[in-house]
């Protein structure tokens, strides 16, 4: 094609040629590559960390019942050697059969017994032990008071310990 003054105007085909896409392709899939370990990584640890928060969630709330409702709530914590599977999970007072008293799970639908995720596991249980249930439990009672006790979790390689102090509300969170 001629333009005025009889130069010759020559149009450029516009796309990429495959080599270019191929580079382009490579380029991020090595991104992509080395960004994978570090997301799953922080899903992990965003994870562990909830399932703490989680955990301290439901003491605080067995705490808050147990005033509320006038009875005693029990956070239970089992570390599971064999199956390594550590869980948690909230039984209420029901009636006293003779000198023993009798719990059932509370029936709130969130605080079935609940796993921790691989990430987390429970190192050491400073709390007295329910041996019917196989676990260790904190009380809470209706005055407000709970037992002292400690929990220490490992996450990853760092370590969470909660303590409760005893008194409404007092709970101490290190690590």
Do not use: H
Request: net charge positive; with cysteine.
């Amino acid at each position: 094609m001629k333009a005025r003054g009889g130069a010759e105007v020559v149009f450029a085909r516009a796309g990429f040629s495959l080599i270019e896409l191929m580079v382009v392709t490579a380029i991020i899939a090595i991104l992509a590559a080395s960004i994978a370990p570090m997301f799953v990584d922080s899903v992990k640890s965003m994870r562990a960390d909830r399932s703490v928060r989680d955990l301290l969630n439901v003491m605080k709330y067995a705490q808050e019942r147990a005033v509320a409702d006038g009875v005693e709530y029990r956070v239970y914590l089992s570390k599971d050697r064999k199956t390594r599977r550590n869980s948690y999970w909230v039984m209420r007072f029901a009636k006293m059969d003779g000198f023993e008293k009798v719990f059932f799970r509370a029936p709130e639908p969130y605080l079935r017994k609940t796993y921790f995720p691989k990430e987390i596991e429970i190192d050491r249980i400073a709390a007295r032990k329910d041996k019917e249930e196989g676990a260790q439990f904190i009380a809470f009672y209706a005055n407000g008071a709970c037992d002292y006790a400690t929990v220490a979790l490992r996450k990853n390689r760092d370590r969470v310990t909660i303590r409760t102090k005893g008194r409404l509300g007092q709970f101490d969170v290190a690590g």
